[in-house]
C-alpha cells in the first residue's frame, strides 16, 4: 500500500515536471518563429540623399531594438521574466558613402540579427538567431 502511494506520488511528480518542461519550450518556440517580418518592417526608415526623390531605406536601430524588446516582453511574460532570457539585436552591412574619393561608413544599417538564449528548467538552453536584411524592391525586410 505504501509502496502504491509512494508510485503514484512519484508518475505525478514526473509527469508535471513533463508538462512544464514542454510548456515553457513551446512558449520560447512559438514566440521566437511568431516574430513576424512586418514589425521588422516598420522599423525601416527611407531617407532622401543628395535631393534625387528617391529615399534609401535602413534600419532604424533604436526603434527596432525595442519594438523586438516589447514583442518578445509580452510573448514571454506569462512564463519567463525578463532576466531569465537574453536577447541581443545586432547591426550590420552598414552602406558606404564616397566623399572625396573616401569610401566613409554611414550609420545606416541594411541588416539586422537577432541572437536570443534562453534557459528551460536547467535541461535545454533553447538558442536561436534570425536574420533580417532590407532588399531591393517592393518588399522592405526579407
Known sequence: MM??????????TLGTGIFTYTTLLTSLARTFEGLDVSL????VVAIDENSTGK????????LLTSRIRSYFLRGLSS???????????GFGAYRLVERDGYAIRTSYPMAAVLHFRCD?????TYKKERTFTI?????YVA
Open 3 to 12: 509502496m502504491n502511494l509512494f508510485l503514484w506520488g512519484l508518475l505525478f
Open 79 to 89: 512564463y519567463f521574466e525578463e532576466k531569465d532570457y537574453s536577447l541581443v539585436v
Open 40 to 43: 521588422v518592417q516598420s522599423a
Open 55 to 62: 529615399g534609401v531605406p535602413y534600419f532604424d536601430e533604436d
Open 135 to 139: 532588399v531591393p524592391g517592393e518588399r
Open 120 to 124: 528551460v528548467i536547467g535541461l535545454y
